[in-house]
C-alpha cells in the first residue's frame, strides 16, 4: 500500500537533477515534501517573523516552520512555504486545516 503513494515521489525525485525545474507531485503531504526539498539540496528560507502573515489559528505552523511566509486559516486553509537553493527561490503551496498538503510549487527567482 505505501508503494502506491511513493511511487509518484519516486519518479518525481528522479526527475529533479542540479539544473532541472523542480515537480513534485500535488496532494503530497508537506512533510514528506519537506524531506524531499532538503535531499535536493533546497534550504528553507528563514523569513523573519515581522514578515510573516500567519492567523491566529495557524500560529503553530508558524512556528514551527521557519519557512512560513504566509498561513491562512479561512477555507481552504493555505500556507506559503519559500524555499532556495543557491540563486534560485522557489515557493511551496499547501492547503489543509488539519494535515498541510501540497497544492503546487513555482518559481520566484532563477529557476530553469
Given at each position: ?11 518525481a ?23 524531499m ?12 517573523e ?6 491566529q ?25 519559500l524555499w532556495?537553493?543557491g ?12 494535515e ?8 520566484r527567482?532563477?529557476?530553469?
Amino acid at each position: 500500500m505505501i508503494w502506491v503513494f511513493l511511487f509518484p515521489v519516486l519518479l518525481a525525485t528522479a526527475a529533479v537533477g542540479a539544473e532541472e525545474a523542480l515537480t513534485l507531485p500535488r496532494a503530497t503531504p508537506y512533510v514528506v515534501a519537506r524531506r524531499m526539498l532538503l535531499t535536493w539540496g533546497y534550504a528553507p528560507a528563514n523569513i523573519p517573523e515581522r514578515r510573516r502573515k500567519c492567523a491566529q489559528g495557524r500560529a503553530g505552523i508558524c512556528d514551527a516552520y521557519l519557512e512560513v511566509e504566509s498561513c491562512s486559516d479561512a477555507p481552504p486553509a493555505r500556507c506559503v512555504f519559500l524555499w532556495t537553493r543557491g540563486d534560485a527561490s522557489v515557493e511551496v503551496q499547501t492547503m489543509g486545516a488539519v494535515e498541510l498538503v501540497l497544492e503546487r510549487v513555482r518559481c520566484r527567482r532563477n529557476c530553469q
